[in-house]
């Protein structure tokens, strides 16, 4: 997977879409490593993510 290949969401995390699911992983490109800050259902909370990042 090439994570840079999603586009940015919620700068600086990115999207990617589950191509059967209602789910979408978000996650920051690190240098070294992918952080996966959450795994989202697409009409649940949808903002409940954000306090990770910060």
């Known amino acids: 997977m090439q994570p ?7 700068p600086p995390a ?4 589950g191509p059967r699911f209602p789910y979408a992983v978000v996650y ?3 240098p070294d490593r992918v952080w996966v800050v959450a795994v989202m259902h697409f ?3 949808p903002g409940y993510w954000s306090e990770r990042v910060k």
């Open 43 to 45: 009409k649940q909370q």
């Open 28 to 30: 920051i490109d690190l």
């Open 4 to 10: 840079t290949l999603f586009r940015m969401f919620d």
């Open 14 to 17: 990115r999207r990617h879409f």
